[in-house]
């Protein structure tokens, strides 16, 4: 078990380093990752290399049993290199390039910024490939920003539409530029699309297709070289979690595994569902447990700053992490700044490099963690249930949310949330996954549904799979275009309903909407509820109504509905609804009919999570609140953090965590 901190020898006196190294190791730290910034320190005159400092870094960390991960420092470019090469510098939409003196600011079209980028991967690759404590690299930092529009990505951009369609023809159809009149007569025509609110929308989901394969090219030309200079070295990379301006999946092919940028905590304390719901998604992005490379150390901010957190917060904070998979922790950062832009993005010590609260609970988590190592090695998180998450209907949501603050996470995490409440572990997965492994798959808002997708979705129910769906679900095309079919399309059969028309109930300020008033007509969805910025006018041919409106223009229409299909069950949500208490509904009749119980049903606030695999199965609960809380559990077991048999209910601290072995 892997767990340190981010660590920047080069921003503090020689003389520190042996105290920075002797305190680390005293609280159980046995990773850091360096040289994430140090283009210049590393390269200081351009092809002139100073491995010099970090070798005697590394010797001192060596000396106290500290391995460390070592990154491309590609994220911030040298000012020699943008003075002599302007060119690297992205170009905004004004036509200006980035003024150098920020971080992220360069083009990833440019070859001259390639090769140099290629030069210092290489160059430090050779150095360091047999360096006794480091065990491995990350790629750059945090991939994502900015989009260039100079005129390389936009030649670039054309090639990129040339190899996907191959003809004109092919593109002008697959675009509808038939529409404006926008059809292309050769490839230098075609712009790129800067404005998404006014160009064609098909056309903007495949820059941002490109755009994302700049990205996950120019990691490949790092971990090309990685692999062939440092063969024994792992390759990651830090993800931000749902952050969805990439297609993640494609990021992460190259890596042995991945890893992200853990930052739950802002303002008051709240139960995290989007940490949780990201740890799942990071694991799912390889099918493999991940790490965490920055992890809340202290308050966050940069012109401001936020809360700090509260006593027990960190721990939690990781325990959450450790539960989802996670088998390597990183702080960031060891030490508070004094200079520069993150001055008040704090770490485990502040500015005076006094190990005090923060560093005392983070070793405390160590001490647990190597305590706990033996019984978490091989396992992982399995799931029955799985969630599609698909970058395409991501994109093509940003390009036309179809209502004011409709966005892709927010459509999932209605359901994720429901699930976390529940008390069930979840995977993320690609729309490319096999579904029959699982037994019940919710994909939310799948706005972009190719025919072949439908089809396997549609089978997945017919084989007797759980399928639940939901508003926009199969309305467009892998291309961007609307489906030439009466909704839900392919997947009528499936869930036995029919959309003919569908509405908006939200202006331009959320005080303009209205709403519809949606009542329970099942058992399983009892109660009253409020359907807000979205509804299908669905009728049902075959399924059950679960849910209906009161409405009298709408009483006709389905809510929700569920729809026995050959050996399996087709749920369709129709609206929008403001209640989580509805989500809970729904979910719990999809479980039930998917025969999915948890290991443990949860009080509210308290998160549980179940890591199994080479005969350890261990039950990770976790309280999110400022309050206590009693949880029921299998009793005669052995809670490993306190050495204590159970009983048949547990009591957790506020931000307690227990570790079960069951």
């Not at 699309?193 to 990205?215: G, I, M, Q, T, V």
């Not at 993640?248 to 042995?256: G, N, Q, R, T």
């Not at 996954?433 to 072949?452: C, G, R, T």
């Amino acid at each position: 078990m892997y767990i340190g901190a981010d660590y920047y020898p080069e921003h503090w006196p020689r003389r520190r380093w042996k105290t920075d190294a002797r305190l680390m190791q005293q609280a159980g730290f046995n990773v850091v990752r360096l040289a994430e910034f140090a283009w210049i320190d590393l390269e200081p005159a351009e092809g002139q290399f100073d491995f010099a400092w970090l070798d005697e870094a590394l010797g001192v960390l060596h000396d106290r049993g500290i391995s460390a991960i070592l990154c491309t420092p590609t994220a911030v470019t040298p000012a020699w290199l943008a003075r002599k090469y302007p060119e690297t510098q992205a170009m905004q939409k004004d036509g200006t390039r980035m003024v150098w003196g920020v971080r992220k600011d360069t083009c990833y079209s440019s070859g001259t910024l390639r090769l140099l980028s290629e030069r210092i991967t290489r160059a430090m690759g050779e150095h360091f490939a047999d360096a006794p404590n480091v065990i491995g690299w990350q790629t750059d930092n945090e991939f994502g920003h900015p989009v260039c529009y100079c005129a390389t990505c936009r030649s670039e951009f054309q090639d990129f539409l040339c190899r996907r369609h191959g003809t004109l023809e092919a593109f002008n159809a697959a675009m509808g530029n038939h529409f404006w009149g926008h059809k292309a007569r050769t490839w230098e025509e075609i712009p790129i699309p800067a404005n998404e609110d006014r160009h064609n929308p098909s056309l903007c989901l495949e820059w941002r297709r490109f755009y994302s394969f700049l990205n996950v090219r120019f990691q490949r030309d790092q971990v090309r070289i990685l692999r062939q200079t440092c063969p024994k070295h792992f390759v990651t990379h830090n993800f931000m979690g749902q952050f969805d301006e990439l297609n993640y999946y494609e990021l992460a092919e190259d890596l042995d595994h991945v890893s992200w940028d853990n930052y739950p905590v802002w303002n008051r304390p709240e139960v995290h569902y989007k940490a949780s719901a990201a740890a799942d998604l990071m694991r799912g992005l390889k099918r493999r447990n991940f790490w965490i490379m920055e992890q809340t150390a202290g308050p966050p901010g940069g012109t401001y700053f936020y809360r700090n957190p509260r006593p027990g917060e960190i721990r939690k904070v990781s325990f959450q992490q450790l539960a989802h998979g996670c088998d390597g922790q990183v702080w960031f950062r060891w030490r508070t700044c004094t200079v520069g832009r993150e001055q008040y993005w704090h770490g485990l010590l502040g500015h005076d490099g006094r190990p005090l609260r923060r560093y005392k609970e983070a070793a405390q988590v160590a001490g647990e963690y190597h305590k706990l190592a033996k019984r978490l090695t091989g396992t992982t998180v399995r799931s029955k249930v799985a969630i599609v998450w698909d970058y395409d209907s991501s994109w093509a949501l940003k390009i036309q949310p179809c209502w004011y603050g409709n966005t892709y996470p927010k459509a999932v995490g209605r359901y994720y949330d429901a699930l976390f409440r529940a008390g069930v572990n979840v995977d993320m997965v690609p729309p490319s996954a096999d579904f029959s492994q699982y037994k019940a798959v919710i994909a939310p808002e799948l706005y972009v549904m190719p025919d072949e997708l439908a089809e396997r979705l549609s089978e997945y129910v017919k084989g007797g799979g759980v399928l639940l769906t939901d508003t926009r679900s199969g309305a467009k095309d892998e291309h961007g275009r609307m489906h030439e079919r009466t909704l839900p399309g392919l997947l009528s059969d499936a869930l036995g309903i029919t959309i003919e028309e569908y509405e908006t109930m939200m202006g331009r300020e959320a005080s303009e909407g209205f709403g519809y008033a949606v009542v329970g007509r099942a058992a399983a969805v009892a109660g009253e509820f409020t359907a807000e910025s979205y509804a299908d006018w669905a009728r049902a041919t075959k399924a059950d109504v679960l849910a209906g409106y009161t409405d009298w223009h709408m009483r006709k229409f389905a809510a929700a509905t569920r729809n026995a299909f050959g050996k399996g069950c087709g749920y369709y949500v129709g609206a929008v609804v403001a209640e989580p208490e509805f989500y809970d509904a729904i979910i719990a009749d999809v479980l039930k009919t998917a025969r999915v119980w948890p290991v443990v049903r949860p009080p509210a606030g308290v998160e549980v999570s179940v890591r199994q695999g080479k005969g350890a199965k261990l039950l990770f609960l976790i309280n999110h609140t400022e309050q206590p809380q009693e949880v029921q559990v299998p009793a005669g077991k052995k809670e490993l953090l306190t050495g204590k048999k159970t009983g048949d209910s547990l009591k957790l601290d506020r931000f307690g965590v227990a570790v079960i072995d069951m």
